[in-house]
């Protein structure tokens, strides 16, 4: 006998899109440590070439002998990538998924934090994985120049940002950061199950702009300082 | 049988009585005594039984849930996409339970007696009491389910007294206690649907019910029903041992009212037709704070909890000629607070019919305010003025702050500010299919259950008791009851081809394509419209021997009208909502003039239904215990012929009949 | 007022459908939304054109039925149901666009009518408390907390109308079933099924092709009972609880 309740689609066998997520929060939180990090590392160019130089030369000996060279830097490496893997595999995941979802698009669409942050984080978290690639070529393999090759990297750090456009390239990856961290931060308590009532909400908004700020605004100082000719 | 059409208009045939309570003195073992007597069936039996439930609001979806915990094999049925939209989900105030956990005196027998008497001494008591028995199982069921009931800090469950009760036995889910016991008893009936026992059809209505002589001897009994698949408009028969009928109220007969788009009588209209006797149709409530019609477009009436009347002063200008101005230009000393003026003893808070009806002779005084529809100012003020300087905004606010928040919603007006406007609406219907102690109607194997039987509540109900009626059938009662007629069963199987199938089958195919086939130039709409003016101004609130004869002239022209000259647009195939109201309407038309008759011939006034001729001096209800403390129950008389009465008569052994008086 | 509509019309599920507009005169400002919609189904029947199909019952905001997606908001401008919006919110010659809720899992049965069943297949696969007809202690037996209590009841104020999924860029039915898992997980009775409630859930939810909730809050804007996003949080939570149902 017909019936006009369509039955469940089968037992597809998807994994859990909150499964996903959790993926997603996990290694977007992971990131942010690495941020943090990062980010008191670049400030050191404050204190002058030597004290820059210096800490890039730690980072690579850290733990030696018990680890051998670049010992901590490979367990980061390879850390960051697979949390890059994994969180692009499943934000692509999630985006696919939401495609599925309606495929007979609205007419009139609504002019809203969702519909932008839906985009934005899509199209701004692909674009911070080109910038990744570029920031990998710029600093790690050199394979791109801003100004001229230096040995040290100090010297590097500074002639390149004392380029306005080196400096704008920067600013704008830090601009599509900043935004994905305004919603990525309140995502991954969301995801992980930290709100729990209307203040806990309330909370975890203001968390999410404190710390983009701060990482956003520490990330900026170098280059900044640099251009506007503070760091010699 | 008379012979004689009394009045022209029905017959009168053998008494009727219900054979199925036990007999035994005490009324408190009445129902122990039933489940006892009532025959098991074997659980491994169960699952070659098939059960058909039409219906999903509180009084089918429990039922369903029930019996496919039992292990029944379930079929259920609803028009709407989903059996959580039920009708049952507008309910607001609560429901009743004589659980006592006050301690304020409240027993089994006091929650029975107060229904009774709140019934106006029109219901069986047999019935009431088992109601009242099993209120409280209700209550426990409900929580293990999870339905979130009120609670006090202290963790436990909190009542209130409704409906000027005296004591405090009104369960609540804030101003959603419809919506929390409905969503606890479609969870239930998921769990089946997911189990397997229940197998649900949605956007599904029923059309027929299809009653057979199965050949054993037994005579005709109801074996299935049609229904049309509302998405795919094709027409299904599905076959079962027994049918159910939890279809609701027919208070859309009125257009306007508090229920649903949808509700309708069709389901129980069909099974009329097919046998089964229609117990007091007349019997209507309406409920007095209801927000008024605005103007010709409106499509339904909103109601708003009885609550407002403990606070707020009912008051219509003292002349008409005042009826335009902003109300609060109107002086004191210009406005006649009418109900304190009449009932000085209870003032505002008299019961929901004498409220309602002086609202409507205030109006038919000219004295209404608001807009006027078709000419007349239908509304009274419900004042809160004195209330606000007398608690404050804020503790009016927290009292009925969302009463007053949906008043604006729909009135745009703000009535912190402004009087609020109420005007009485169709809110229930007490009459329904006529059945026995069992819930089984003069059609064997065709139970109902829930508003859509002729009900426990006499010619009127208590606040909360039809949320409780309907859980109570659902759960309790039924599941007991009906296990007695499948104890018989598996009856003898059926086919597709049988005859009587085919025929029903056909009848609803051809009503079908009749109704398209019409093609005149009137919208269903507006029939109903019209349907629902002759009720509301003839059988509605108040109701006379020469309106009625008037309104069933008035009906039967209409109902010709509407055959030769409804227009429904598009096809059978598919989804068509013209078409599905168009069949409602049709059988509106049929209920209506049924209605009237019954109205007519109770020359009496009881609970909600008042006649003109039966008044005491100062103009109160009075009612005729000698000539009508029956139950009227009719019999279809086939189209274009007679209907004939079947008189239950009621007997009080536990309750003494008494005149009320408010004054 | 007069108004400039354009309504999706779609004869049934399997042919596409077309926004066609439609003029309409003489609306009153105290109608409802779906009243003014009444008033055009009868001018285009007087006109002999097939009313537009709209599905509604209770039109007082409870029963959830009701649902247009109006100008790329689900219910329309006000957070209320579509029932309850009323014409007053509009303005003499506004254009308005009316579309139903576009998501998969909610295919179109025709003009504005979709199938919400997989909301009811959701609560089936784990939406309730086992507790069968007559096995109940008596209901004091339990005490539940005030703030148990309340939590629980705001979430069971869901209507079950779909709008969160409307209005979701990613079609996910998170609010909806957030909604039920805090109800039920707030209160005693609910505690020995919690885990198998949640995965069984979820997992059908995915199964239906409802899309994955990144948190945009749409959902909570459109809801018309205000459920809260921490709903979908503490789904998330109880979820890892339940070890993703592995
Ligand atoms: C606004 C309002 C407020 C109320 N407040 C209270 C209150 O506070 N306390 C109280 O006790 N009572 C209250 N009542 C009364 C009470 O809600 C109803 O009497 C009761 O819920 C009826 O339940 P039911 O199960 O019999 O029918 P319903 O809930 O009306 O369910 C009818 C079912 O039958 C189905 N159906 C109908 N016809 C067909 C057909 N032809 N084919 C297929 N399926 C069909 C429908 O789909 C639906 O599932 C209120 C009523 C209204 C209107
Ligand atoms: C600098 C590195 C990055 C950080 C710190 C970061 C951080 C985060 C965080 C914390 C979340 C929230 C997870 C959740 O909602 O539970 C998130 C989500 C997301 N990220 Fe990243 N991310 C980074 C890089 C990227 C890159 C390179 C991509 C490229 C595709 C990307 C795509 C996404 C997407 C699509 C989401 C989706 C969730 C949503 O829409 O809310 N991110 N990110
Ligand atoms: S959560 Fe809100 S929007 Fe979603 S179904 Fe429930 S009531 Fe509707
Ligand atoms: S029609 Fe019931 S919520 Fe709108």
């Given at each position: 006998?017909?019936?006009?309740?369509?039955?469940?689609?089968?037992?597809?066998?998807?994994?859990?899109?909150?499964?996903?997520?959790?993926?997603?929060?996990?290694?977007?939180?992971?990131?942010?440590?690495?941020?943090?990090?990062?980010?008191?590392?670049?400030?050191?160019?404050?204190?002058?070439?030597?004290?820059?130089?210096?800490?890039?030369?730690?980072?690579?000996?850290?733990?030696?002998?018990?680890?051998?060279?670049?010992?901590?830097?490979?367990?980061?490496?390879?850390?960051?990538?697979?949390?890059?893997?994994?969180?692009?595999?499943?934000?692509?995941?999630?985006?696919?998924?939401?495609?599925?979802?309606?495929?007979?698009?609205?007419?009139?669409?609504?002019?809203?934090?969702?519909?932008?942050?839906?985009?934005?984080?899509?199209?701004?978290?692909?674009?911070?994985?080109?910038?990744?690639?570029?920031?990998?070529?710029?600093?790690?393999?050199?394979?791109?120049?801003?100004?001229?090759?230096?040995?040290?990297?100090?010297?590097?750090?500074?002639?390149?940002?004392?380029?306005?456009?080196?400096?704008?390239?920067?600013?704008?990856?830090?601009?599509?950061?900043?935004?994905?961290?305004?919603?990525?931060?309140?995502?991954?308590?969301?995801?992980?199950?930290?709100?729990?009532?209307?203040?806990?909400?309330?909370?975890?908004?203001?968390?999410?702009?404190?710390?983009?700020?701060?990482?956003?605004?520490?990330?900026?100082?170098?280059?900044?300082?640099?251009?506007?000719?503070?760091?010699? | 049988?008379?012979?004689?059409?009394?009045?022209?208009?029905?017959?009168?045939?053998?008494?009727?009585?219900?054979?199925?309570?036990?007999?035994?003195?005490?009324?408190?073992?009445?129902?122990?005594?039933?489940?006892?007597?009532?025959?098991?069936?074997?659980?491994?039996?169960?699952?070659?039984?098939?059960?058909?439930?039409?219906?999903?609001?509180?009084?089918?979806?429990?039922?369903?849930?029930?019996?496919?915990?039992?292990?029944?094999?379930?079929?259920?049925?609803?028009?709407?996409?989903?059996?959580?939209?039920?009708?049952?989900?507008?309910?607001?105030?609560?429901?009743?339970?004589?659980?006592?956990?006050?301690?304020?005196?409240?027993?089994?027998?006091?929650?029975?007696?107060?229904?009774?008497?709140?019934?106006?001494?029109?219901?069986?008591?047999?019935?009431?009491?088992?109601?009242?028995?099993?209120?409280?199982?209700?209550?426990?069921?409900?929580?293990?389910?999870?339905?979130?009931?009120?609670?006090?800090?202290?963790?436990?469950?909190?009542?209130?007294?409704?409906?000027?009760?005296?004591?405090?036995?009104?369960?609540?889910?804030?101003?959603?206690?419809?919506?929390?016991?409905?969503?606890?008893?479609?969870?239930?009936?998921?769990?089946?649907?997911?189990?397997?026992?229940?197998?649900?059809?949605?956007?599904?209505?029923?059309?027929?019910?299809?009653?057979?002589?199965?050949?054993?001897?037994?005579?005709?009994?109801?074996?299935?029903?049609?229904?049309?698949?509302?998405?795919?408009?094709?027409?299904?028969?599905?076959?079962?041992?027994?049918?159910?009928?939890?279809?609701?109220?027919?208070?859309?007969?009125?257009?306007?009212?508090?229920?649903?788009?949808?509700?309708?009588?069709?389901?129980?209209?069909?099974?009329?037709?097919?046998?089964?006797?229609?117990?007091?149709?007349?019997?209507?409530?309406?409920?007095?704070?209801?927000?008024?019609?605005?103007?010709?477009?409106?499509?339904?009436?909103?109601?708003?909890?009885?609550?407002?009347?403990?606070?707020?002063?009912?008051?219509?200008?003292?002349?008409?000629?005042?009826?335009?101005?902003?109300?609060?230009?109107?002086?004191?000393?210009?406005?006649?607070?009418?109900?304190?003026?009449?009932?000085?003893?209870?003032?505002?808070?008299?019961?929901?019919?004498?409220?309602?009806?002086?609202?409507?002779?205030?109006?038919?005084?000219?004295?209404?305010?608001?807009?006027?529809?078709?000419?007349?100012?239908?509304?009274?003020?419900?004042?809160?003025?004195?209330?606000?300087?007398?608690?404050?905004?804020?503790?009016?606010?927290?009292?009925?702050?969302?009463?007053?928040?949906?008043?604006?919603?729909?009135?745009?007006?703000?009535?912190?500010?402004?009087?609020?406007?109420?005007?009485?609406?169709?809110?229930?219907?007490?009459?329904?299919?006529?059945?026995?102690?069992?819930?089984?109607?003069?059609?064997?194997?065709?139970?109902?259950?829930?508003?859509?039987?002729?009900?426990?509540?006499?010619?009127?109900?208590?606040?909360?008791?039809?949320?409780?009626?309907?859980?109570?059938?659902?759960?309790?009662?039924?599941?007991?009851?009906?296990?007695?007629?499948?104890?018989?069963?598996?009856?003898?199987?059926?086919?597709?081809?049988?005859?009587?199938?085919?025929?029903?089958?056909?009848?609803?195919?051809?009503?079908?394509?009749?109704?398209?086939?019409?093609?005149?130039?009137?919208?269903?709409?507006?029939?109903?419209?019209?349907?629902?003016?002759?009720?509301?101004?003839?059988?509605?609130?108040?109701?006379?021997?020469?309106?009625?004869?008037?309104?069933?002239?008035?009906?039967?022209?209409?109902?010709?009208?509407?055959?030769?000259?409804?227009?429904?647009?598009?096809?059978?195939?598919?989804?068509?909502?013209?078409?599905?109201?168009?069949?409602?309407?049709?059988?509106?038309?049929?209920?209506?003039?049924?209605?009237?008759?019954?109205?007519?011939?109770?020359?009496?006034?009881?609970?909600?239904?008042?006649?003109?001729?039966?008044?005491?001096?100062?103009?109160?209800?009075?009612?005729?215990?000698?000539?009508?403390?029956?139950?009227?129950?009719?019999?279809?008389?086939?189209?274009?012929?007679?209907?004939?009465?079947?008189?239950?008569?009621?007997?009080?052994?536990?309750?003494?009949?008494?005149?009320?008086?408010?004054? | 007022?007069?108004?400039?509509?354009?309504?999706?019309?779609?004869?049934?599920?399997?042919?596409?459908?077309?926004?066609?507009?439609?003029?309409?005169?003489?609306?009153?400002?105290?109608?409802?939304?779906?009243?003014?919609?009444?008033?055009?189904?009868?001018?285009?029947?007087?006109?002999?054109?097939?009313?537009?199909?709209?599905?509604?019952?209770?039109?007082?905001?409870?029963?959830?039925?009701?649902?247009?997606?109006?100008?790329?908001?689900?219910?329309?401008?006000?957070?209320?149901?579509?029932?309850?919006?009323?014409?007053?919110?509009?303005?003499?010659?506004?254009?308005?666009?009316?579309?139903?809720?576009?998501a998969d899992p909610f295919p179109v049965i025709k003009d504005l009518v979709v199938d919400r069943s997989a909301f009811d297949r959701i609560i089936a696969a784990g939406g309730f408390i086992?507790?069968?007809t007559g096995s109940a202690p008596d209901a004091h037996a339990t005490p539940v907390p005030k703030e148990h209590a309340d939590r629980a009841f705001m979430a069971a104020e869901c209507i079950?109308?779909?709008?969160?999924?409307?209005?979701?860029?990613?079609?996910?039915?998170?609010?909806?079933?957030?909604a039920k898992i805090t109800h039920l997980g707030e209160l005693p009775q609910g505690q020995p099924e919690r885990d198998a409630r949640v995965a069984a859930m979820t997992h059908q939810h995915?199964?239906?092709?409802?899309?994955?909730?990144?948190?945009?809050?749409?959902?909570?804007?459109?809801?018309?009972?205000?459920?809260?996003?921490?709903?979908?949080?503490?789904?998330?939570?109880?979820?890892?609880?339940?070890?993703?149902?592995?």
């Amino acid at each position: 006998m017909a019936t006009s309740t369509l039955p469940a689609r089968g037992d597809r066998k998807v994994s859990s899109s909150i499964l996903l997520k959790t993926i997603m929060a996990a290694s977007g939180l992971f990131f942010i440590g690495y941020l943090l990090l990062h980010m008191y590392g670049n400030l050191m160019i404050l204190s002058g070439r030597e004290a820059f130089d210096e800490y890039a030369h730690h980072i690579r000996t850290f733990g030696e002998p018990m680890l051998p060279e670049k010992g901590l830097l490979w367990v980061l490496r390879i850390g960051l990538l697979a949390a890059l893997v994994a969180h692009v595999w499943s934000g692509m995941a999630l985006w696919r998924r939401a495609r599925g979802a309606r495929s007979v698009r609205y007419v009139k669409k609504r002019a809203g934090y969702g519909n932008f942050y839906a985009a934005a984080m899509r199209w701004g978290g692909l674009a911070l994985l080109a910038f990744v690639a570029f920031h990998l070529m710029h600093f790690t393999w050199q394979t791109v120049t801003i100004g001229e090759a230096h040995a040290s990297p100090a010297a590097r750090v500074i002639d390149s940002f004392s380029h306005w456009w080196g400096v704008g390239i920067y600013a704008l990856a830090m601009f599509f950061l900043g935004m994905h961290l305004l919603h990525g931060i309140w995502g991954a308590a969301m995801t992980l199950g930290l709100n729990t009532s209307l203040r806990r909400a309330e909370q975890i908004r203001l968390t999410s702009i404190v710390i983009t700020t701060i990482i956003v605004v520490g990330f900026l100082i170098p280059p900044f300082a640099i251009l506007f000719g503070l760091v010699d | 049988m008379t012979d004689m059409l009394i009045d022209g208009l029905y017959r009168e045939g053998e008494p009727i009585a219900d054979t199925k309570a036990p007999d035994v003195a005490d009324i408190s073992q009445m129902w122990t005594e039933r489940k006892f007597d009532a025959a098991l069936v074997n659980p491994a039996n169960r699952r070659k039984l098939d059960v058909i439930i039409v219906g999903t609001g509180l009084a089918g979806a429990a039922a369903g849930a029930t019996l496919g915990e039992a292990g029944y094999n379930v079929k259920s049925f609803c028009y709407q996409d989903s059996p959580r939209r039920a009708h049952s989900i507008a309910a607001q105030g609560g429901i009743n339970a004589a659980k006592n956990y006050k301690g304020d005196g409240d027993s089994i027998h006091r929650l029975f007696y107060d229904t009774v008497k709140g019934g106006d001494y029109r219901s069986r008591e047999s019935n009431v009491y088992r109601l009242a028995e099993v209120s409280a199982d209700i209550i426990d069921q409900c929580v293990a389910q999870g339905v979130p009931f009120a609670r006090e800090y202290g963790g436990l469950l909190d009542n209130r007294s409704f409906g000027g009760v005296q004591v405090s036995r009104t369960f609540y889910a804030r101003g959603q206690t419809g919506q929390q016991l409905l969503i606890g008893a479609y969870q239930a009936l998921e769990r089946q649907v997911g189990a397997g026992t229940v197998q649900m059809y949605s956007r599904h209505e029923m059309l027929e019910v299809i009653v057979v002589d199965d050949g054993d001897g037994q005579g005709p009994r109801a074996r299935g029903i049609i229904a049309r698949d509302l998405v795919t408009g094709e027409i299904e028969t599905h076959l079962a041992d027994v049918v159910v009928l939890a279809t609701g109220g027919y208070g859309n007969v009125f257009f306007l009212s508090t229920n649903a788009m949808g509700s309708n009588v069709t389901a129980a209209w069909r099974a009329h037709r097919k046998g089964a006797y229609f117990g007091n149709p007349c019997y209507t409530q309406i409920h007095p704070t209801c927000i008024p019609q605005t103007g010709e477009h409106q499509s339904k009436l909103t109601l708003m909890s009885e609550s407002l009347r403990n606070d707020g002063r009912i008051w219509v200008p003292k002349r008409a000629e005042d009826c335009e101005k902003d109300p609060r230009q109107i002086a004191e000393e210009d406005r006649d607070y009418y109900l304190e003026r009449i009932y000085p003893g209870f003032g505002n808070l008299v019961p929901r019919d004498i409220a309602s009806r002086q609202a409507k002779n205030m109006c038919d005084e000219g004295r209404g305010v608001g807009p006027a529809v078709d000419g007349v100012r239908r509304g009274v003020y419900l004042d809160f003025a004195d209330a606000i300087s007398r608690l404050g905004e804020d503790a009016v606010r927290s009292k009925y702050g969302n009463l007053f928040d949906m008043y604006e919603r729909i009135t745009g007006e703000n009535p912190y500010q402004v009087p609020m406007r109420i005007y009485p609406a169709v809110h229930y219907t007490m009459g329904g299919l006529w059945v026995d102690y069992d819930l089984q109607s003069t059609i064997p194997g065709l139970f109902v259950t829930g508003e859509a039987n002729f009900s426990d509540h006499g010619a009127n109900r208590l606040g909360a008791s039809a949320l409780m009626q309907g859980l109570a059938d659902g759960y309790f009662v039924l599941p007991n009851t009906i296990r007695d007629y499948l104890a018989k069963g598996p009856y003898p199987k059926l086919d597709e081809s049988h005859p009587a199938v085919v025929e029903a089958q056909r009848s609803v195919q051809d009503r079908v394509e009749r109704l398209v086939s019409v093609n005149g130039t009137r919208s269903v709409d507006s029939y109903h419209r019209e349907l629902g003016k002759i009720m509301w101004e003839k059988c509605g609130m108040e109701r006379t021997d020469a309106g009625l004869r008037e309104a069933i002239e008035e009906i039967r022209a209409l109902r010709q009208d509407f055959w030769t000259n409804v227009r429904v647009l598009g096809t059978p195939e598919g989804l068509n909502q013209s078409l599905e109201r168009a069949g409602r309407v049709a059988d509106f038309l049929e209920l209506g003039e049924l209605m009237c008759i019954d109205a007519l011939h109770r020359r009496e006034s009881c609970g909600g239904h008042f006649r003109a001729e039966s008044q005491t001096e100062d103009g109160e209800a009075l009612r005729d215990d000698d000539e009508f403390a029956y139950v009227a129950a009719w019999e279809w008389g086939g189209d274009g012929g007679a209907p004939v009465l079947h008189k239950e008569d009621l007997v009080y052994e536990h309750i003494e009949l008494k005149q009320r008086s408010y004054k | 007022m007069k108004l400039a509509l354009s309504i999706w019309r779609q004869d049934n599920p399997k042919v596409p459908g077309r926004m066609v507009r439609y003029d309409i005169d003489g609306v009153s400002e105290d109608s409802s939304f779906l009243e003014m919609l009444d008033l055009l189904n009868e001018q285009l029947t007087e006109k002999g054109e097939e009313p537009v199909a709209f599905d509604s019952d209770c039109r007082e905001g409870i029963c959830g039925t009701c649902g247009v997606v109006i100008n790329g908001e689900a219910h329309g401008p006000e957070r209320t149901t579509t029932c309850q919006l009323h014409m007053r919110s509009f303005k003499d010659g506004d254009e308005i666009v009316i579309e139903p809720w576009r998501a998969d899992p909610f295919p179109v049965i025709k003009d504005l009518v979709v199938d919400r069943s997989a909301f009811d297949r959701i609560i089936a696969a784990g939406g309730f408390i086992s507790a069968n007809t007559g096995s109940a202690p008596d209901a004091h037996a339990t005490p539940v907390p005030k703030e148990h209590a309340d939590r629980a009841f705001m979430a069971a104020e869901c209507i079950g109308c779909g709008a969160c999924v409307a209005a979701c860029p990613n079609g996910s039915g998170s609010l909806f079933m957030g909604a039920k898992i805090t109800h039920l997980g707030e209160l005693p009775q609910g505690q020995p099924e919690r885990d198998a409630r949640v995965a069984a859930m979820t997992h059908q939810h995915d199964a239906e092709g409802f899309g994955g909730c990144t948190n945009l809050g749409e959902c909570t804007r459109a809801c018309p009972k205000g459920i809260p996003l921490n709903v979908i949080s503490q789904m998330n939570a109880d979820l890892r609880h339940a070890g993703y149902g592995r």
